[in-house]
């Protein structure tokens, strides 16, 4: 690839691309790896939505490491995420994120802007908690990818959505405050960061 991913987050990559993936996991990736595809055949706009209830944890590991493999293999792909309920990017996962080697900057306090540098010659990803409607996203046409059961069960109907994937994750939120904190949140982060290279490796963007 011709591609320069910060040299922190370079070795994170190759960690994350090792990873076994198992067969019934890639079943599932299996529904988003055409979508994408079919958009790319028909040359029309690849935009999704990753949607979780708070928008504070999983679908922000799944905005920020699907806009990072879709760059590194030149998809020309616009990632965003959502939620139901608006809180803020959660500390934690920012922190998760800076120790994965992004390079991380932020503005405001209440609900705060983070601004996650990723390659050296592009824009960086704008990550905050925001509903799935935000005006920041795509709001016509777009693939909502459901990271959590909450979210999936709870939105019934989501306007502008193409198709509807189901991709859940696990939350790390149940080991905050533990000593094995950090740890689970590097653990989800580097699942989703396996599955998006997984993803995007597999669409044939010649």
């Given at each position: 690839m011709n591609v320069k991913l910060l040299p922190g987050l370079a070795a994170?990559?190759?960690?994350?691309?090792?990873?076994p993936i198992p067969e019934e996991r890639k079943e599932s990736l299996r529904v988003l790896i055409d979508y994408i595809?079919?958009?790319?055949?028909?040359?029309?706009?690849?935009n999704l939505n990753f949607i979780c209830t708070h928008n504070s944890r999983r679908s922000q590991f799944s905005q920020i490491w699907a806009q990072t493999a879709a760059?590194?293999?030149g998809v020309p792909?616009?990632?965003y995420s959502g939620g139901v309920e608006v809180t803020e990017f959660n500390e934690r996962a920012v922190q998760s994120i800076k120790r994965s080697g992004f390079?991380?900057?932020?503005?405001?306090?209440?609900?705060?802007?983070?601004?996650?540098?990723h390659l050296d010659e592009a824009e960086p990803i704008s990550a905050f908690s925001k509903l799935f409607d935000d005006p920041i996203?795509?709001?016509?046409?777009?693939?909502?990818?459901?990271?959590?059961?909450?979210?999936?069960?709870?939105?019934?109907?989501?306007?502008?959505?193409e198709n509807r994937i189901p991709v859940r994750y696990?939350?790390?939120?149940?080991?905050?405050?533990?000593?094995?904190?950090?740890?689970?949140?590097?653990?989800?982060s580097m699942q989703i960061a396996s599955e998006m290279f997984y993803v995007f490796g597999q669409v044939n963007s010649q």
């Open positions: 994170t990559v190759e960690q994350a691309r090792s990873l595809q079919s958009k790319l055949v028909a040359g029309e706009d690849i760059d590194y293999f792909a616009d990632c390079r991380v900057t932020k503005k405001g306090t209440e609900n705060p802007v983070y601004f996650i540098f996203n795509k709001a016509q046409r777009f693939a909502a990818v459901m990271t959590c059961a909450h979210a999936d069960e709870n939105c019934p109907f989501i306007p502008g959505t696990e939350d790390p939120k149940k080991y905050d405050g533990t000593s094995e904190e950090a740890s689970r949140y590097d653990e989800r």
